[in-house]
């Protein structure tokens, strides 16, 4: 039995011995990344950076009737950047006939920005976020706005822009988690918000008798997740 053990242990080492040369060949074999790799590795992920991480649909929200774009997520998913392009259809309410006539559809352009605090695991693939928060930026891409009063109304007739408002918003979330590796996306977010600008904000405070409802913009939406 000791004669048979010291004979595999033999064999055991001499294979290790056979072995170890081209491990350590293989090793020296690799070479070492040059400065031109590490450039390379820079300027790839700079541009994998760059990829939209989710595509979101908005309704409503003072950024027109319904909002299509892009964003991204960082800092372990708390902060995300949005860009979204929108349209206010023509309608003729709150118009007279003649007016209603020159009225044409919009396009809208949003850089959103948006909060997340902290989100509470309701089932292994369902996680609510009880509260968003954030600003965005909005513009009109008309002529007919402007963002200084023309040179037909008296200097300082007008304080504010036409064209661009500043919001504000608080909101909720629910993000459903796909296992499915063959779906295009690895979540759906549903998601609502209350809103406000900051031409509303000026009114309420100077007017008391405002209501919610003429101060205040409810919008919902859904947000797909694709990486």
């Known amino acids: 039995m000791t004669t048979h053990m010291k004979s595999l242990n033999f064999k055991l080492l ?3 011995t056979l072995l170890f040369p081209f491990y350590t060949n293989a090793q020296d074999s690799i070479p070492a990344p040059t400065l031109y790799d590490r450039h ?3 300027y790839t992920s700079l541009w994998e950076n760059l990829i939209p991480r989710y595509s979101k649909i908005q309704f409503a929200g003072s950024m027109g009737m319904f909002s299509f774009g892009i964003g991204w997520d960082y800092y372990r998913h708390h902060w995300e950047t949005d860009l979204l392009f929108g349209f206010v259809p023509k309608t003729a309410r709150n118009l007279k ?13 949003t850089v959103k920005q948006n909060y997340i ?3 509470v695991p309701l089932h292994k693939n369902i996680d609510f976020e009880p509260l968003t928060t954030g600003l965005y930026i909005n513009t009109l891409l008309d002529r007919d706005f402007w963002v200084q009063s023309p040179d037909k109304y008296p200097k300082g007739y007008y304080f504010f822009s036409t064209r661009i408002r500043t919001h504000i918003f608080l909101g909720e979330r629910v993000t459903f988690k ?5 779906r295009w996306h690895k979540s759906v977010t549903l998601f609502y918000e209350l809103s406000s600008c900051d031409l509303y904000i000026l009114n309420k405070f ?6 919610p409802k003429d101060y205040l913009s409810l919008s919902f939406g859904l947000k797909f997740q694709i990486l």
């Open 178 to 182: 796909f296992n499915n590796p063959g």
């Open 97 to 109: 006939a003649e007016s209603s006539k020159k009225r044409h559809t919009m396009a809208t352009f």
């Open 206 to 211: 100077g007017n008391k008798y405002l209501k």
């Open 117 to 119: 605090p902290w989100r």
């Open 40 to 42: 390379i590795e820079r």
């Open 14 to 16: 001499l294979l290790l």
